[in-house]
């Protein structure tokens, strides 16, 4: 059973943009952005003030832990522009940050890589823009 994506309407229309301007990525992006666009295709759209707190949005600090290691580790969910994994920045287009877009807390996830699939559980969101106030960021 796929799982159910909720996104904001201001999140939509910035993943739009994207997918319109898809040539100003690598191809690399473009495969994951091809697999983000499907999954915006099933997402359910609310406006900001109705998004759950408990759902991965844009700027989330999010929890995770990899359930083949047991290792949590903690990323903020940011457009491909600002990605910076050593500043803990994971880009939306990455294959982790195409799995855990519109996730919940205790939703698990999984991502090919290489010529295995890795699995991750949403352990926690320490921070999501919206349930904070901050609608439009």
């Known amino acids: 059973m796929d799982k159910i994506m909720f996104i904001t309407d201001f999140d939509m229309k910035r993943f739009s943009w994207l997918i319109s301007n898809s040539n100003r990525f690598s191809s690399i992006d473009n495969r994951y952005l091809s697999e983000l666009k499907d999954g915006l295709s099933k997402a359910v759209v609310v406006q900001p003030q109705e998004i759950p707190s ?23 969910l940011v457009f491909p522009f600002d990605a910076d994994l050593s500043q803990g920045k994971l880009s939306v287009l990455a294959p982790l940050g195409v799995a855990i877009i519109g996730c919940r807390i205790g939703d698990e996830a999984d991502w090919d890589v ?13 921070y999501q823009p919206e349930a904070a106030g901050n609608y439009y960021i």
């Open 114 to 126: 290489q010529s295995a699939k890795r699995k991750v559980r949403i352990e926690g969101i320490l």
């Open 54 to 76: 408990d759902v991965v949005t844009m700027s989330s600090k999010v929890r995770l832990k990899f359930l083949d290691s047991n290792e949590e580790i903690t990323y903020t």
